[in-house]
C-alpha cells in the first residue's frame, strides 16, 4: 500500500492486456471445467486452482498468442491433478469420456457469448413463475432438494419442473442463436 | 441417433446438475457422450446451460463478476498468496452458508406452525389492537413530552465556511461525493409518532397493493409478544410476562409494551450488544475491552443520547481500553496503516463498502476512486496506540495498558494506483478538505471527521442507522446487503427510508423513537406466515421485499443465550449480572474466532454449523434449564401438586415459546407422558411423582430443541 517504490517486489505487475485476457477468460474457463467435472462446486474449485497457476506463471504467457488455449492447458492439468486428489470419489468420469468432452467444449467455445446474451433474453421470456422458480434454484446454495422443502412441494416435483423449465430454455436459445445466423445471412 | 436416446441424455444431465446421479447413471451418460457426436453437443449445450445459470446467478452475475475480477488482482503479486483468491468465490462461499442456514432455519421454522390459524384477514384488525393515536396521552411520559417537540435542525449545510482548506484549490476536480444521488429528496416533516407511523404505513400498503400482494395476517398475541421481547429485550419473555400480556385485554397493550420495553435497561443492553459486535466483533479480546465498551453503549442508549453524538464520541475518543469505552473502536481497528479503522469506519456508520476502493477504482460506481478510500483513511493518520506498562495496585503485576491518543505531528497518507505510481492523499470527506493547522474547536483530524459525517442536510450516518435498525426489526434493510448502501445498490422503499432518515434526524437522532416507529407500524404487527395457503410464501417480489409478511429471524448467539437462561428460571436482573454475563462471554468465545484480515474479519461456527450448535444448546445450557436441582421453571411447573398434566404442559410451552400448545399438539404431548409415566413405572419401578416429573422434563427439554425455539419469528 504505501511501501516506497523502490521496496514493490522485482516480478513484474501483470500488464492491463493481461488482466483483461484473464477477466474475459474467466467464464469460459469455468465451462470448459465444468464440462468435465459436472458438478458446480468441483468446478470453482478447480478454477482457483488454475488462476493460482495462471498468475504464478504469468511471465511464460507469450503475448498474441491464445490465452484462451494457455489457460485451458493449465485448467486441464489442474482437473487431473483434482481427480488425482479425489480418486476414492466413486462419481468420476472416465479418462476418454474427458478428451470427447474436452474437444467439444473448445468447438463451442466460440459461442459462450452469445449463448450467455441469449440465456439472457429468454430468461426474460420465461412465464414469471418459471422465471422466479429457476432464479430461486441458481441463488448461491440453493439446490432443488432445499427449493423444494422451501416451497412444501415434493422434490421429484420440483425436478420436473425445473427440467422443464431448463428445457424451455435450451429451445428458445436455439431458436435465438438461430435467429442470429440468419440475420448475418440477410445483412 | 433416436429420441429416446436424447430424452434418456437429457434426464442423466438433469439428475448430473441436481447432484442426485449415481455412478451408474454417470456410466450411461458416458456411454452415450461418446457414442454420438450429436448427443455429444447436447451434453455440452446442457451442462453449459446449467454453468451459465449457475456462474450468473441468473442474471445477477454481471454486477459479481466484475468485481469478481477487478477484486482479483492485487496490487503486488506478493499479496497473491492461497488465501486471496479471487473475491468471487469467498463471496459466494459467505452466501452459500448463510443461505443454507436460512433455509434449514425457514424449513424447520414451517414444521412448527401450528396447523390453522384462525384469524380471519381483517384490514380493521390492526386498529383493534393499536391504538389509533399512538401518541395520546395513555402514553408514558417518557414519549409524550418528545412528540410534542419537533425540534429544529441546526446542522451546518456547509462546512466549508468553518474549515478553510491549505490545500483547496490544489485537488479540485470530483469534489462532490454525492451520498445517495439517487435518493428522492423528502419534504416529509416530523410531527406526532403517529404522523411517522402512518407514513410507513402508507409507503408500505401503497407497494402491497402495486405489486399485488395481500399482507400476511395480523399476528397473534403469542407470536408477537415473542418476537418483541427478542427484538426490544433480546431475550424471550419470561412466563410471567408472556401470560401477563396474553390476558390483558386492553387495547393499547401493543403499544404500551413496546414503549415499556424501550423505557428498559433490557433494550439499551440489547442496541449495546448488537453495536459491540458491529463495532468490534465478538471475537478480538486482545486488544479491546468488549465490556467497557458494551457498558458505555448501553449507558448511551438508556440515557437517550442522541446516536450522533455516540458516533461522533466513537470516532473522535482518546484514552485506555479500560477507561474509555468508545476508545475501544479504534483501538481495535488502527492496526495496518489504519485500513480496518477506514473500511469499517464506512461500513459501520455509513453502510458504503468502500474496501475493495482501496487497491483499485470501484468496479461498479462511477467516481469511487481509490482517492476516496485514502482521503477517509487520512483522517486516521493522526491516531496512536500508545503502550504503556502499569503496575497493577492490587495484585503487583503489570500489565500493558492500551491507550489511544492523537499526535503532535503527522503527515498524509500514501497509496499506489493500479499502475504502480505513489499518490497523496489529503483527509478529506464529502468535498471537504481539511487544513493542517488544527483549532481549538476541532482539535484533531478525527473531531473534524466526526463533524464532516454529518454535514450534510440528510447525513449518511443517519440513513444508515435507520436502514440497520429497519432490518434488525423486521429481518431485512431497504438494501441488500444491509451495509452496502452505494449507489449501485437498489433501495427497495427509497421514499420511506428517506422519510425516516429525516424524521430520525429531526427527532435529534433518538434511536428509541425510531425503534417505536418501526415496531408499532402494521408491517411489524404482521404474521411471519403466509397470508394465503395457496400463495408464494416468498417475502419478496424478486429480489425487492414488501414486507407484507414478518421474516423468520435466527436468533443471535446472545438472545439464544439469555432465551435459555430465562427458560431456565433466571431473572431479567440476574442476565445483567457480572457473574451471567462473564459465563455468556466465555459461552461465546467457542463460537467466535478473529481473523487478521484488512477488514478485521471474525469466523464463526454459529452461522454455519448448526449441528454444533444444537451441541452447544444440548450441552450445559439446556442442561441447566432441564435440571431439577435448582429451583427454576421446571421446578416451579412440575412441583405443586393439585396441577393436571395439561396445565403443567400448557406452562412449559408458555415458558419456552411464549404461546399456549394447540390443542392437537396437547393432546399428543400429553399422550406421550402417560405413556412414559406408565412405562417409568411398570418397567423401571420409578414411583409415580418420578415418573411423571421424568416425562414432563423430557416435554420442556423437546420444546427447548424445538427450531421454534431458535426462531424470533
Given amino acids: 500500500m504505501s511501501d516506497p517504490p523502490e521496496q514493490r517486489p522485482s516480478r513484474p505487475a501483470p500488464s492491463d492486456e493481461f488482466v483483461q485476457l484473464f477477466t474475459r477468460a474467466q467464464r469460459p474457463l469455468y465451462l470448459f471445467i465444468l464440462a468435465q467435472t459436472g458438478n458446480v462446486q468441483s468446478a470453482e474449485e478447480i478454477l482457483q486452482e488454475t488462476n493460482l497457476v495462471i498468475w504464478a506463471k504469468l511471465e511464460q504467457f507469450q503475448p498474441g498468442s491464445s490465452f484462451s488455449g494457455w489457460s485451458r492447458q493449465i485448467a486441464t492439468y489442474e482437473i487431473l491433478k483434482y481427480r488425482q486428489r479425489n480418486r476414492r470419489d466413486k462419481l468420476t468420469f472416465s479418462d476418454e469420456f474427458l478428451t470427447a468432452v474436452a474437444g467439444e467444449a473448445v468447438t463451442q467455445s466460440l459461442e459462450i457469448e452469445q449463448r450467455r446474451e441469449a440465456l439472457q433474453h429468454c430468461l426474460e421470456k420465461l412465464e414469471p413463475r418459471d422465471r422466479e422458480l429457476i432464479q430461486q434454484r441458481y441463488q448461491p446454495g440453493m439446490h432443488g432438494k432445499e427449493l423444494a422443502l422451501q416451497r412444501g412441494r415434493p422434490v421429484n416435483s420440483i425436478y420436473q419442473s425445473l427440467g422443464r423449465i431448463r428445457k424451455t430454455l435450451l429451445e428458445c436459445i436455439h431458436r435465438q442463436l438461430a435467429a442470429e445466423v440468419s440475420e448475418i445471412k440477410i445483412s | 441417433m433416436d429420441h429416446t436416446s436424447k430424452r434418456k441424455l437429457f434426464s442423466l444431465v438433469e439428475a448430473l446438475c441436481e447432484e442426485t446421479?449415481?455412478?451408474?447413471?454417470?456410466?450411461?451418460?458416458?456411454?452415450?457422450?461418446?457414442?454420438?457426436?450429436?448427443?455429444?453437443?447436447?451434453?455440452?449445450?446442457?451442462?453449459?446451460?446449467?454453468?451459465l445459470l449457475h456462474w450468473d446467478a441468473a442474471g445477477q452475475g454481471a454486477e459479481l463478476e466484475s468485481s469478481a475480477v477487478t477484486a482479483a488482482f492485487p496490487l503486488t503479486m506478493k499479496k497473491f498468496t492461497r488465501r486471496s483468491q479471487p473475491r468471487h468465490f469467498r463471496r459466494l462461499r459467505e452466501i452459500t452458508v448463510g443461505l443454507a442456514v436460512l433455509v434449514i432455519l425457514k424449513l424447520s421454522f414451517a414444521y412448527f406452525i401450528p396447523a390453522k390459524n384462525h384469524v380471519a384477514r381483517d384490514p380493521a384488525g390492526l386498529q383493534k389492537v393499536l391504538p389509533t393515536d399512538v401518541s395520546s396521552p395513555t402514553n408514558p411520559p417518557a414519549f409524550s413530552k418528545r412528540q410534542q417537540m419537533v425540534p429544529s435542525v441546526h446542522l451546518s449545510r456547509n462546512q466549508n465556511e468553518e474549515t478553510p482548506s491549505l490545500f483547496s484549490g490544489r485537488r479540485v476536480e470530483e469534489s462532490v461525493i454525492a451520498i445517495n444521488p439517487a435518493a428522492s429528496e423528502s419534504t416529509f416533516q416530523l410531527g406526532t409518532d403517529a404522523e411517522v407511523i402512518a407514513r410507513i404505513n402508507h409507503h408500505l400498503n401503497r407497494e402491497w397493493k402495486q405489486a399485488g400482494v395481500q399482507p400476511a395476517v395480523m399476528a397473534q398475541d403469542p407470536e408477537w409478544v415473542r418476537r418483541v421481547y427478542l427484538d426490544l429485550a433480546g431475550r424471550i419473555p419470561t412466563r410471567a410476562e408472556a401470560g401477563s400480556f396474553l390476558a390483558s385485554s386492553q387495547k393499547t397493550k401493543r403499544a404500551v409494551l413496546v414503549d415499556r420495553l424501550l423505557s428498559s435497561r433490557d433494550f439499551s443492553r440489547r442496541l449495546a450488544t448488537v453495536w459491540t459486535n458491529l463495532l468490534v466483533g465478538r471475537a478480538r479480546e486482545t486488544n479491546v475491552d468488549r465490556q467497557t465498551l458494551l457498558n458505555w453503549l448501553d449507558e448511551e442508549f438508556f440515557s437517550r443520547r442522541s446516536w450522533r453524538e455516540t458516533v461522533t464520541d466513537l470516532v473522535s475518543a482518546r484514552g485506555t481500553s479500560q477507561a474509555s469505552g468508545p476508545a475501544n473502536f479504534l483501538l481495535a481497528h488502527l492496526n495496518n496503516e489504519a485500513v480496518p479503522a477506514t473500511a469499517i469506519t464506512s461500513r459501520i456508520f455509513l453502510c458504503e463498502q468502500l474496501q475493495c476502493t482501496q487497491c483499485h477504482?470501484?468496479?461498479?460506481?462511477?467516481?469511487?476512486?481509490?482517492?476516496?478510500?485514502?482521503?477517509l483513511n487520512a483522517f486516521f493518520q493522526q491516531a496512536r496506540i500508545q503502550k504503556s506498562t502499569i503496575v497493577d495496585r492490587k495484585t503487583g503485576k503489570t500489565r500493558v495498558v492500551r491507550e489511544l491518543v492523537d499526535a503532535e505531528i503527522f503527515g498524509p497518507t500514501y497509496y499506489e494506483t493500479l499502475r504502480g505510481v505513489m499518490r497523496v492523499a489529503y483527509p478529506k470527506f464529502a468535498g471537504v478538505e481539511i487544513s493542517k493547522t488544527l483549532d481549538e474547536s476541532h482539535p484533531t483530524l478525527r473531531t473534524q471527521?466526526?463533524?464532516?459525517?454529518?454535514?450534510?442536510?440528510?447525513?449518511?450516518?443517519?440513513?444508515?442507522?435507520?436502514?440497520?435498525?429497519?432490518?434488525?426489526?423486521?429481518?431485512?434493510?431497504?438494501?441488500?446487503?444491509?451495509?452496502?448502501?452505494?449507489?449501485?445498490?437498489?433501495?427497495?422503499?427509497?421514499?420511506?427510508?428517506?422519510?425516516?432518515?429525516?424524521?430520525?434526524?429531526?427527532?435529534?437522532?433518538?434511536?428509541?423513537?425510531?425503534?417505536?416507529?418501526?415496531?408499532?407500524?402494521?408491517?411489524?404487527?404482521?404474521?411471519?406466515?403466509?397470508?394465503?395457503?395457496?400463495?408464494?410464501?416468498?417475502?419478496?417480489?424478486?429480489?425487492?421485499?414488501?414486507?407484507?409478511?414478518?421474516?423468520?429471524?435466527?436468533?443471535?448467539?446472545?438472545?439464544?443465550?439469555?432465551?435459555?437462561?430465562?427458560?431456565?428460571?433466571?431473572?431479567?436482573?440476574?442476565?445483567?449480572?457480572?457473574?451471567?454475563?462473564?459465563?455468556?462471554?466465555?459461552?461465546?468465545?467457542?463460537?467466535?474466532?478473529?481473523?487478521?484480515?484488512?477488514?478485521?474479519?471474525?469466523?464463526?461456527?454459529?452461522?454455519?454449523?448448526?449441528?454444533?450448535?444444537?451441541?452447544?444448546?444440548?450441552?450445559?445450557?439446556v442442561q441447566r434449564a432441564v435440571s431439577m436441582d435448582h429451583p427454576g421453571v421446571l421446578t416451579a411447573i412440575v412441583s405443586p401438586r393439585g396441577l393436571s398434566e395439561a396445565d403443567r404442559i400448557r406452562q412449559l410451552s408458555l415458558a419456552a415459546l411464549s404461546r399456549y400448545p394447540s390443542p392437537g399438539e396437547l393432546t399428543q404431548l400429553r399422550d406421550l407422558v402417560r405413556r412414559s409415566i406408565r412405562q417409568r413405572v411398570t418397567e423401571e419401578n420409578l414411583p409415580s411423582q418420578v415418573a411423571l416429573t421424568e416425562s414432563l422434563r423430557d416435554v420442556y427439554w423437546a420444546y427447548l430443541n424445538s427450531s421454534e425455539f431458535a426462531v424470533n419469528h
Fill in chain 2, 361 to 375: 477504482p470501484h468496479p461498479s460506481v462511477k467516481g469511487w476512486g481509490q482517492e476516496r478510500f485514502w482521503e
Fill in chain 2, 449 to 621: 471527521l466526526a463533524g464532516l459525517l454529518f454535514a450534510d442536510a440528510h447525513p449518511q450516518p443517519a440513513r444508515a442507522f435507520v436502514n440497520r435498525t429497519w432490518n434488525l426489526l423486521m429481518g431485512r434493510g431497504f438494501t441488500f446487503p444491509v451495509d452496502d448502501m452505494g449507489p449501485h445498490t437498489p433501495v427497495s422503499h427509497p421514499e420511506l427510508l428517506e422519510d425516516l432518515t429525516v424524521a430520525f434526524v429531526q427527532s435529534h437522532y433518538d434511536v428509541a423513537r425510531l425503534v417505536r416507529w418501526i415496531s408499532l407500524s402494521d408491517a411489524y404487527q404482521l404474521s411471519s406466515r403466509p397470508g394465503d395457503s395457496d400463495a408464494s410464501p416468498a417475502t419478496t417480489s424478486g429480489d425487492r421485499p414488501l414486507f407484507h409478511q414478518m421474516e423468520a429471524k435466527p436468533l443471535a448467539a446472545e438472545q439464544l443465550f439469555d432465551s435459555l437462561r430465562i427458560a431456565s428460571g433466571q431473572t431479567p436482573e440476574q442476565l445483567r449480572s457480572g457473574k451471567t454475563q462473564r459465563e455468556r462471554e466465555q459461552w461465546l468465545r467457542q463460537f467466535y474466532s478473529a481473523v487478521d484480515t484488512e477488514e478485521n474479519g471474525e469466523e464463526t461456527t454459529f452461522d454455519g454449523s448448526w449441528q454444533q450448535t444444537l451441541m452447544m444448546i444440548n450441552g450445559d445450557l
Fill in chain 2, 21 to 51: 446421479a449415481t455412478a451408474e447413471d454417470l456410466s450411461q451418460l458416458e456411454q452415450l457422450v461418446l457414442q454420438d457426436a450429436e448427443l455429444r453437443r447436447l451434453y455440452l449445450e446442457l451442462i453449459t446451460l446449467h454453468g
